[in-house]
Nanobody
């Protein structure tokens, strides 16, 4: 089992920034690719970003490219999502997820094995 705990969410004005963290425990963190997903009220869960076990490969959904940056520190068992130039449409609960590195990166939530409970991000206009 991998336990994932997100933090760093909150209320911010449009144009502001937040950095989300996801702390992992239970198994060797570097054995997993990591993803961030979000779900807004009344909407389906949406892929946001993913990062390979080494940090060398990253994916982003088009709507956050140039504004969000995913990174990881394997020595701290933590993955981050730096979010800049936030927009009201970024409002959602953000979840991190883990997928075994041998399976490669994925933009599909159902292909991730472990999930955190989520952290709320609210962007006011």
């Amino acid at each position: 089992q991998v336990q994932l705990v997100e933090s760093g969410g909150g209320l911010v004005q449009a144009g502001g920034s937040l950095r989300l963290s996801c702390a992992a425990s239970g198994r060797t963190f570097s054995n997993y690719g990591m993803g961030w997903f979000r779900q807004a009220p009344g909407k389906e869960r949406e892929f946001v970003a993913a990062i390979s076990w080494s940090g060398g490969v990253t994916y982003y959904i088009d709507s956050v490219k140039g504004r969000f940056t995913i990174s990881r520190e394997n020595t701290k068992n933590t993955v981050y999502l730096q979010m800049n130039s936030l927009k009201p449409e970024d409002t959602a609960v953000y979840h991190c997820a883990a997928r075994q590195r041998e399976l490669g990166l994925s933009r599909v939530g159902s292909q991730y094995e472990f999930w955190g409970q989520g952290t709320q991000v609210t962007v006011s206009s």
